[in-house]
């Protein structure tokens, strides 16, 4: 598994040990040496695990949208909470939040596009577990639980506004004790077919911005193309 990038580490300080990162680094090598024997594999590979992290410094998080583990089929992971590199078919999750987007703030989204222009406007695509083996959502939940719970404090400790989106139930339980006097959370169901009537206009976008700018602070920019 790739570091953890310098300068999350230095934001995080006494929040996460060389020990908790050590322990983690171990699981996560185990773990793809179990699922090989077992003809599965662990997603994402392990240039990507931080990925989120590594696009998105601490000092220019402007917003968090919050998900559950990464997609736990072939080729779909990329270490971004709900996206998928560029060419790869987009999962039905996905393809809810495109078109919520369209929908939400009438952006129009090509065929193509991933959610990685987000990660430069300031958006941290953070799941709850950075790791999942193949076929078993949530089987990393228990041994990353810990680590995005320390990122999620951290952030919500700033005394500038943050957004969180916390797109379903693992994640509305990793934000609950987000200072909402200081701090935007906009909730919404899980973009996943299952739960995706729920997420279907509840325009997540939109509301962000709304409560920006009633702050007076400028909007995100939420354009993928």
Known sequence: MQTL?????????????????????????????????????????????????????PDEVRAVILGQ??????????????????GVERPRSLINIVKELEADLGHPVPADATLEPWTRNGVLLLNT???????RPNSHRRQWKAFTAAIVAMLAERPAPLVFLLWGENAKAAGQKI????????????????????????APFRRA???????????????LV
Request: charged letters at 25%.
């Open 5 to 57: 990038p310098a300068d999350w580490r230095s934001a995080l300080g006494s929040r996460l040990s060389d020990a908790d990162i050590r322990k983690l680094d171990e699981f996560v090598f185990v773990e793809r040496a179990q699922a090989k024997l077992d003809g599965e594999q662990v997603f994402p590979p392990d240039d990507d695990v931080f990925a989120a992290l590594r696009l998105t410094p």
């Open 209 to 223: 911005n709304s409560e920006l700018t009633s702050r007076g602070l400028p909007p995100i920019d939420w354009d």
């Open 179 to 202: 200072d909402r006097s200081r701090h935007i959370v906009v909730k919404s169901a899980h973009p996943s077919p299952l739960s995706a009537k729920g997420f279907t206009g509840s």
């Open 129 to 135: 577990a950075l790791t999942v083996r193949e076929g």
């Open 69 to 86: 583990d990464p997609y736990y089929r072939p080729g779909q992971a990329s270490g971004l909470a709900f996206s998928v590199r560029a």
